[in-house]
């Protein structure tokens, strides 16, 4: 038997007896490399180096920026200056649900987290309003994947890595698709509630708007602070990933003073478990990557595109299939570490900018993160409603095919993802 095929084999009966993606690919690619006389000393040394990436280190500490904003009062005053502003509009509530999401996303860089931040608010929100509940679990779901495609995003800094690409660049690329699909959800929420004649709340008085909004001006400052430091040469991702961290425990437990040590124990559980996770399937997609290396597939499969493969239209539309189909079962990162190493050299031969294509990828997984089974944001959602996975993929299907075309729009206009980084 070949490797590469004892490598997919016992990845897929790994990940059938549901042992987690990235044990299961961790285990399988070690198998195919011990097949060609490789040494676990190799193996394991590659592992760490591989997690001693600068860059890497932003990972935690926008996790840990998130868990604070959802816990400690931040995303609560956002909402609350947001409903002052818009909730009189006729789908206003829907407008606050995807502004907030559009504001903790510009921070957390992470869609699930973003999806339980604000659905845990206004999911009831939004039913109290006369909104369908199968609806509003649609809306969170849809616009908490924008978590990973306003910057700073966790995807986007693996993709760096792997692909050695800069990150305040793919950062910037990611802004544009991320208003574009914002603005887009905006649009049809407010079509929708006109159609539904879905209610709105009462007008605030200018005072109450001022008042709400001063609240509220740490949680506003934060994405300034994080994006404005990188983009002006101030700090580096990493190091704005740590300085949102520190910002968002001092309002927290100084200003809004809702964070206490019971609260504080709990999210530093919470941030090791969800960064633990990241690192493990990273650890493990290094030693694919080492296989793939070896076996030269990424070489094999760029000859045969170019045999074989038409057009880079052709290509773009097989490669979105593909982490669709891939999407259904695996993890954002697991996803990034395996492709990005085969299509890196492809790319060259079709003319395709990596960075148009790390936004392409983005957007892939953010549908990734509302598909069953495995859509993280599907099961986040449902344990926030307490309503069943089915009833809440059932909300998500309109939101689906948003979200498909406007994937469509980026892929044929790369100039929506390349305009800021010229």
């Given at each position: 038997m070949s490797p590469v095929l004892a490598l997919f084999l016992a990845f897929i009966f790994l990940c059938l007896i549901r042992v987690p993606v990235a044990i299961s690919l961790g285990l399988s690619?070690?198998?195919?490399?011990?097949?060609?006389?490789?040494?676990m000393y190799t193996i394991i040394q590659k592992m760490f180096s591989q997690l001693t990436h600068v860059s890497l280190m932003a990972i935690p500490g926008f996790v840990f920026t998130g868990i604070i904003m959802s816990k400690g009062g931040i995303s609560r005053h956002l909402i609350e200056a947001l409903k002052a502003w818009v909730g009189h509009m006729r789908g206003g509530?829907?407008?606050?649900?995807?502004?907030?999401?559009?504001?903790?996303a510009a921070i957390s860089g992470s869609s699930p987290a973003t999806a339980a931040a604000i659905g845990s608010i206004m999911i009831p929100g939004l039913v109290n309003a006369g909104y369908k509940k199968r609806y509003a679990m649609g809306l969170i779901a849809c616009a908490g994947t924008l978590g990973i495609l306003i910057p700073p995003s966790i995807p986007l800094i693996l993709y760096g890595v792997v692909a050695e690409e800069s990150i305040s660049q793919l950062f910037m690329a990611g802004v544009i698709p991320g208003i574009l699909l914002g603005g887009t959800l905006i649009l049809t929420a407010i079509i929708y509630a006109r159609i539904n004649n879905y209610g709105s709340l009462p007008k605030q008085t200018w005072s109450n708007r001022w008042k709400k909004s001063l609240k509220a001006i740490w949680g506003f400052l934060l994405p300034i602070l994080i994006l404005g430091g990188i983009y002006g040469g101030v700090v580096t991702p990493t190091e704005a990933s740590f300085l949102a961290c520190?910002?968002?425990?001092?309002?927290?437990?100084?200003?809004?003073?809702?964070?206490?040590?019971?609260?504080?124990?709990?999210?530093?559980?919470?941030?090791?478990n969800i960064t633990s996770m990241i690192y493990l399937i990273i650890a493990s997609a290094v030693v694919f990557g080492?296989?793939?290396?070896?076996?030269q597939v990424p070489q094999d499969l760029a000859s045969w595109m170019n045999a074989n493969v038409a057009n880079?239209?052709?290509?773009?539309?097989?490669?979105n299939l593909l982490i669709f189909i891939m999407g259904m079962f695996l993890e954002s990162a697991a996803i990034i570490?395996?492709?990005v190493p085969i299509f890196l050299p492809i790319l060259a031969l079709f003319n395709i900018n990596p960075i148009h294509f790390a936004i392409i990828l983005t957007i892939n997984l953010e549908i990734a993160m509302i598909t069953p089974p495995v859509g993280l944001n599907l099961f986040v959602v449902s344990g926030i409603s307490r309503e069943k996975?089915?009833?809440?993929?059932?909300?998500v299907v309109p939101f689906f095919f948003l979200m498909v075309l406007v994937l469509a729009i980026v892929v044929i206009f790369p100039e929506i993802s390349l305009f800021l980084t010229k």
């Open positions: 690619s070690i198998l195919a490399l011990n097949m060609i006389d490789f040494t509530l829907a407008v606050v649900t995807i502004l907030a999401c559009m504001i903790f520190l910002y968002s425990v001092v309002v927290s437990l100084f200003i809004y003073r809702e964070l206490t040590f019971k609260k504080f124990r709990s999210m530093v559980n919470e941030s090791i080492m296989f793939l290396t070896v076996a880079k239209w052709i290509f773009l539309i097989a490669v570490l395996i492709t996975v089915g009833e809440v993929v059932r909300g």
